[in-house]
C-alpha cells in the first residue's frame, strides 16, 4: 500500500514539474527568440549559426527553470492533491504525509547535485560559445553593430557616427565619417542618407553632404556635394573562433578554484613583505571576492531548488489549490523576489561591499524559515503559534 500511495505521489509531482519546466522555458527562450529571428532574417545570418545560439542559450535558462519548475510543479501537484481531499484522507487513514514525499524530495535532491555539475561545467562553456558566436557574427557583418549614437570603427580606416537611423527603410540621419586613410585628415558632413548591403559591399548614400579636407598647403577646403556614395568591402563570411579567453561566468568551477588558489597564495606572500604594500593586496582580495561570487552561485540556485520544492509543497497543502494558473502566477513571483535577491548580492559580493558568501546565500536564507514554518505546519501537522 504504501509503494502504491508513493508511486502516486511522484506521478502527480513529476508530470507538472516537465509541464512547468516546458512552458517557463519557452517563455524565458522568447526574449533571445526575437534577437535569433533578427539574426536569421535582418541580418542574414546562416541558420546552423542562430541554431547554434539558440541551443548554447539553453544551459543559462534551465539552470533558472528547472529550479522555479520545482516551484511550481509542486504547488500544481501537491495543491491539487489537498484540493480533491486526497492529504486528507491519507491523514484519516493514518498515513504520514511525509513518507510518500520523501522520494520526491530525494529525486530534487540529486537533480539538485547534478545542476551542482551543470552549473560548474556546462553552463560556462555554452556562456563561452554564445558570445564567441555572437561576436564572429557581428564580425561576420559590422552593419549589425552599427548603433545610432555610437562611434563605429569596425571599418579599417574609418569611424563612423550616425544620429538617428529607422530600421524599416535604412535611413540614417546627422552622419559624420573620419576618413583616416589619407595624409591629411578628412572629415564627411551629412544631414540624412540611406545604408545598403549588396555583394559584399555596404553602400552609405549620403544626401547634403560636405567633406572638410585639409589640404597640403596648409590650406583648408569644403565640398558640398547634393548626393555623395561611399562603398565599403565587408567579408560576408561567417568564420568561428575559438576563443582562449574567458570572462567570469565563462570560466568553470576548476578554473575558478586555480584562481582563487593563486590569488591567496599571492596575498599570503605579499603579506610577508616589508612595509606591506596594502593596495594591492586590496586590489587582489577584490578580485578573489569577483571569482567567490561566481563560485558560490554554482551552489546556490540548486540548492534553492531543493528550498522552492519544499516550499512550493507545502504552500500548495496550505491553500488546496492546485490550478496551474495559481501555481505560475505564485511561482513567477516568488522566483522574481528571489532572484532580485540573488542578483542584489551578487553585485554586491562582486563589488566588495559584502562578503561574497552572504550577498550570494541570503536568498536562500530568506526563504528558508518560512518553507520550514510551512514544512513543519503542512506535513507534520504541528501548529507553530507566534507570540505577539
Known sequence: MNNIITRYFFKR???PVFVSLFVLTGIFLL????LLIDLLIRKATPFYAVFDILVSSLPFVLSM????????????GFGSLAENKEIEALRSGGVL?????FPVLMFAIGIGGFLVYFNGRVLPDANHRVRSLITDISRKKPTARIEPGVFNEDFKGYTIFIGKRNEMDNTIEDIIIYDKTKRKPTTIY???????????YYTFVLYNSEIHELMPDGSYRVIKADTHKLNFKVDDKLVLRERRGRSLREMRYSTLKNEIYKLNKRIDTLLKRRPIPEKEINALKKQRMKYLAVLYKMFSLPVGGIIFLIFGASLGIRLKKGSIGISMILSLLFFSLYYILLLAGEKYGIDGSIDPAIGIWIPNIIFFFPMAYLFISSFLGIKIRIKR
Request: hydrophobic letters at 55%.
Open 65 to 76: 527553470t528547472i529550479p522555479l519548475a520545482f516551484l511550481a510543479g509542486s504547488l500544481m
Open 31 to 34: 526574449d533571445r527568440l526575437f
Open 13 to 15: 509531482f513529476i508530470v
Open 190 to 200: 551629412a544631414s540624412n542618407g540611406r545604408l545598403g548591403f549588396k555583394n559584399g
Open 97 to 101: 504525509i511525509l513518507r510518500p514525499f
